[in-house]
């Protein structure tokens, strides 16, 4: 489904390299994890992969599209397949749980039909039936992230893109988010996640990536934490 060739980033005249000669493929409904120190590149992949950043050299393929060479106009299609969650829950403070959720299919065109019977199913797989009504800050790390998630799968994408998602959360609210993350990989929707958190690898025991100064240096299919 994903695959990255001799993919290369460099910024200031090449003075800075970001990635270099990083290939590799994701497979569909496979969860994949990207490991590293910060500054490692894990971040950047992921912006070559939402088309948010372009290689200087190498391409990036969704199925058999070069994602980069995707007119501007017909980008917001491709990101439509791909549902994204943050470490910082980017949360809009003004609206419910609930809300948050239906914003996101609102944007996609979805009419209040579907609206009304696919939020609550999303509320539902993250465990929150509950938590509709409540705002963000009425609700803990772990529920608000819970509520990112809802609103990353609520479109149905093919991929979910998980940057550090548990990097601020205490353990109890980490395990609960890997937990929901497999449930909706288990579900058939592929998943890459960053991290550095050894015990969320070691929970998932799946597929790990890990990069140093912009290269892969370990592609582990029994989720060794390679650090």
Do not use: C, W
């Not at 460099?10 to 970001?18: C, D, E, I, L």
């Not at 809009?92 to 959720?101: D, F, G, K, V, W």
């Not at 039909?113 to 938590?131: C, G, M, R, T, Y």
């Not at 979910?160 to 980490?174: S, W």
């Amino acid at each position: 489904m994903i695959y990255f060739e001799k993919v290369s980033k460099k910024y200031n005249g090449g003075q800075s390299v970001a990635l270099e000669d990083v290939t590799f493929q994701v497979a569909p409904k496979e969860f994949v994890s990207i490991v590293g120190h910060s500054g490692a590149g894990k971040t950047t992949l992921l912006k070559m992969l939402i088309a948010e950043d372009r290689p200087t050299d190498g391409a990036v393929y969704f199925e058999s599209l070069n994602i980069h060479e995707i007119p501007k106009t017909k980008l917001p299609k491709y990101r439509r397949k791909i549902g994204t969650v943050f470490q910082d829950f980017k949360l809009l403070s003004h609206l419910t749980a609930y809300e948050n959720i239906a914003f996101a299919m609102e944007a996609n065109g979805r009419s209040d039909e579907e609206i009304a019977e696919n939020v609550p199913q999303a509320l539902s797989l993250v465990d929150l039936d509950d938590k509709g009504l409540n705002f963000p800050g009425e609700l803990s790390g772990g529920e608000k992230q819970r509520v990112a998630i809802a609103r990353a799968i609520v479109n149905q994408p093919d991929i979910i893109i998980a940057d550090e998602p548990t990097g601020n959360l205490d353990p109890i609210a980490t395990y609960e988010v890997v937990q929901i993350l497999k449930k909706i990989n288990d579900l058939g929707t592929t998943v890459i996640m960053t991290t550095h958190n050894k015990g969320v690898i070691d929970e998932l025991g799946r597929r790990v990536i890990t990069m140093d100064e912009g290269h892969i240096v370990r592609d582990d299919n029994e989720g060794r934490y390679a650090l």
